[in-house]
């Protein structure tokens, strides 16, 4: 089994389904890595050196360890309730959201929604909103008007790695961008 293997069924466990192996999260997101090492073991090569190694490479800085290293969470995209310990932050005028053509109707008429995630998850820069998209098929990209959700009242985080949350982006804010 590769890192890449391991990685994605760290993601599982952390972000979705932690009963998969039998551990729980703590409100936080917070899991204990011994229990967590043992768990994914008993279904294929694990240790400290290859989570470490996966938090440290993964592209999107999807995981965090707490300062002893004891814990480890993922830093967003739970589909599970936890409280990542998000500060509330003004965000930038604009931000996008990238996406596949088959779901413009869907956002079109009910604007963007986090589906089984607990939050939209938004970009600062058209870049990644569109490599996001690409892996949806052909990408399409909203521009949000965030400065004025912000204005209306409507509350923004940003991860540890960066992305933007946001419980849910209505239609009025969203512009297609062509």
């Not at 509350?155 to 949350?165: D, H, I, K, P």
Request: hydrophobic share 35%.
């Amino acid at each position: 089994m590769k890192t890449q293997d391991t990685g994605r069924f760290l993601s599982l466990i952390l972000r979705h389904k932690p009963d998969v192996i039998g551990i729980t999260l703590d409100e936080h997101g917070w899991a204990n890595v011994e229990e967590l090492i043992h768990g994914i073991a008993l279904r294929q090569p694990c240790d400290m050196a290859m989570l470490e190694q996966i938090v440290a490479t993964d592209n999107k800085q999807r995981y965090s360890f707490n300062e002893d290293k004891t814990k480890i969470r993922a830093n967003q995209g739970h589909s599970i309730p936890v409280d990542v310990e998000l500060e509330a932050l003004t965000p930038p005028e604009i931000l996008y959201h990238g996406t596949g053509e088959k779901y413009v109707s869907s956002i079109e008429t009910h604007g963007l929604i986090p589906k089984s995630r607990l939050y939209v998850h938004l970009s600062s820069d058209f870049d990644t909103a569109l490599n996001v998209g690409k892996r949806h098929g052909n990408p399409m990209i909203y521009q949000v008007d965030a400065n004025k959700m912000s204005q209306d009242g409507y509350t923004f985080y940003r991860s540890m790695n960066g992305v933007w949350l946001t419980k849910d982006v209505p239609v009025k804010y969203l512009k297609i961008i062509d």
